[in-house]
């Protein structure tokens, strides 16, 4: 575990210098980075996106050198209608002919055709696995498939219809079967720092919470998921001490051991940063203190789009989500690629994108997907998600982010 006193960190104290990274600090360090545009980006947008810009996106995507990616969602279209065509999406990209400047073709690049492309899709429900385990069988589907749990009770209730001991029991056997099929499993845990839900906020401490947290995670990995998503949700963590505090506690041997299966639970590989956010500089503060807590695995979405799925989909809600507790979803955006990428080079760090490629392709699909759906919703009189980028919208990084690089 990092060296810093936490007991201080509890003080009145709290200044941005107190966690500065010095421009050689982290210099050549390597971090695996993950876009999930095309899954957390789009479904916070209230429209159906077309399967030839998704399939467009994520190929520009691993062009400009992700190796990683969630493509999809398999949960039932009547209830999540953005991913309708889950299954093709996958389909185009196993056999796409689009080639890299390799001269490998986009198809070739992909895990299930022997390169070294892993496509996620998430699958909620038992019901969702089950639709992805019938393509995997026909020689189709994702490399990696994501499961969800919320540390908050009534937020796991809502979100899966499950108490956690229902929820463990489910997922521990959707592990099992994953495995004999080759796959790979995430399992998420969600309002680590906060939840919506009131109660569960009033009721326990930030250190408690944090403490739950812990225990899910083990949890988890008892039931044998390969890798972990450590996710803010909603931005709960507006204070990036906090995020470093955990994240050391995570990666801390001490705390974590060793589980049933020999692994090492503070293993730095099975962890993934996730930040939603209102305030796109207190998401990259947050990625940074993470970073220096020792975490290398990071996810994001082009223009800080991303979130809550929509409730409504052109002006029609979506079955089951009448009065759905996130009732200003625009408001919680994913960190943003393009900003995540260029602090991290900023910084020294090597992610292994392009990131000149990857800003080109940004600003594309600012144009192509946020834009064009802010002009329809401004013409219809409804809300809308903005491009919250600070590289797409202002060509640098705030002060209040580049603060943390220490001269």
Request: charged share 25%; proline share 3%; net charge negative.
């Amino acid at each position: 575990m990092a060296d810093f006193d936490f007991e201080w960190l509890n003080g009145k104290e709290k200044k941005m210098t107190d966690l500065y990274i010095a421009k050689d600090q982290l210099a050549g360090k390597k971090v695996e980075l993950s876009d999930i545009s095309i899954r957390d980006g789009l479904q916070s947008l209230e429209t159906v996106i077309d399967t030839d810009t998704k399939v467009k996106y994520l190929e520009g995507l691993i062009l400009a050198g992700f190796k990683r990616m969630e493509a999809t969602n398999y949960g039932h279209p009547k209830f999540v209608p953005f991913f309708y065509d889950a299954t093709e999406v996958l389909k185009r990209l196993l056999n796409s002919e689009t080639k890299g400047p390799d001269g490998r073709t986009i198809g070739q690049m992909m895990k299930r055709n022997g390169g070294d492309v892993e496509l996620t899709a998430v699958c909620i429900h038992e019901s969702g696995a089950e639709r992805v385990f019938k393509d995997v069988d026909a020689g189709l589907g994702p490399d990696r498939i994501l499961q969800m749990t919320s540390t908050c009770p009534e937020h796991q209730k809502a979100n899966s219809g499950k108490t956690h001991d229902q929820y463990f029991a489910m997922t521990e056997q959707v592990i099992k079967a994953a495995h004999s099929r080759g796959l790979l499993v995430n399992g998420t845990v969600s309002t680590i720092w906060g939840s919506p839900f009131e109660k569960f906020n009033k009721q326990y401490t930030m250190k408690e919470k944090l403490d739950i947290a812990i225990s899910f995670v083990k949890r988890y990995l008892d039931c044998g998921a390969d890798d972990i998503e450590l996710a803010d949700h909603d931005g709960s963590v507006t204070d990036y001490h906090k995020s470093y505090e955990f994240f050391s506690r995570v990666l801390d041997p001490g705390e974590m051991g060793k589980g049933p299966d020999g692994r090492d639970y503070s293993d730095p590989k099975l962890y993934i940063a996730h930040f939603h956010t209102k305030n796109m500089a207190s998401a990259l503060r947050n990625a940074a203190a993470a970073l220096k807590a020792g975490i290398i695995r990071f996810e994001s979405c082009m223009s800080g789009i991303g979130g809550q799925p929509a409730n409504t989909v052109d002006g029609v809600v979506i079955q089951g989500r009448e009065g759905d507790y996130y009732s200003d979803h625009f408001n919680h955006g994913l960190i943003s690629t393009e900003d995540m990428v260029t602090m991290f080079h900023e910084i020294g760090v090597d992610t292994g994108i392009n990131q000149e490629k990857l800003i080109a392709l940004a600003k594309n699909f600012k144009s192509d997907v946020v834009d064009m759906f802010a002009a329809n919703q401004k013409k219809l009189g409804r809300e809308f998600m903005n491009c919250r980028s600070f590289m797409l919208t202002k060509g640098a990084l705030p002060e209040s982010v580049t603060k943390l690089y220490a001269e």
